[in-house]
């Protein structure tokens, strides 16, 4: 008895240390763990201890698995986890999270740059100034209508400004967004900083 009790236990803690974590993106087909595979057939396929083929990665289950791996929806729901566990000040268990689906191979490229953003942002509260500015300058790479690379230039400068005192590049990155996005209503920001800018290397120089 005591025993059951004891493996009911560490099941219960083992699932729960899973809870925040991508059960779906952390399977690897090649190599499946016993313990990861019983989370996602608990999770999708209402399977519990007792049921024929638990913790198997067999034919049904990896189905399963592709059929989950290759719908959009998963990926949105998981960065709407992350974001959530952001949010809620979890910022390990989102950091975690942001890093399977930006390196997992089947995660949609809008995700991918979402979730590279949210991690910057991540690294940005926690005071790492400078893994958040290079985290911003990979979604510089996007495509120049993106709405995430318009902020991530922004915030690249404002970091370089205000954060690193690394001015010369705040005024080479907020003069990039002036001439890439004459009209954003950010303009009027990157203005207000660069004349900061100015008046902080005036002084320096007198």
Known sequence: MHFLIFILSTTIAFSSSLANKPIEL???PKSPDED???????KYMSMQ???????????KTTKFWQDICNDDKTYEILYDNSLELKNDKKLKESNMMLDYLINFDKTPQNIIIKSKFLRAQIFYDLS????AVNYFKLILKED??????????????YIYNNNLNMYTDAINYYKTFLNEYKNDEL????EYELGQINSIVAKIKD
Do not use: C, H, W
Request: hydrophobic share 40%; no cysteine.
């Open 144 to 157: 120049i209508s993106s709405e995430y690379r318009k902020k991530a230039l922004f915030m690249t400068a």
């Open 26 to 28: 952390m399977i690897d």
């Open 187 to 190: 303009i009027s920001s990157v």
């Open 49 to 59: 201890n007792g049921d024929a083929g638990y913790g198997s990665f067999g034919p």
């Open 36 to 42: 990861l595979v019983k989370i996602f057939q608990s």
């Open 128 to 131: 790492y100034y400078v893994q």
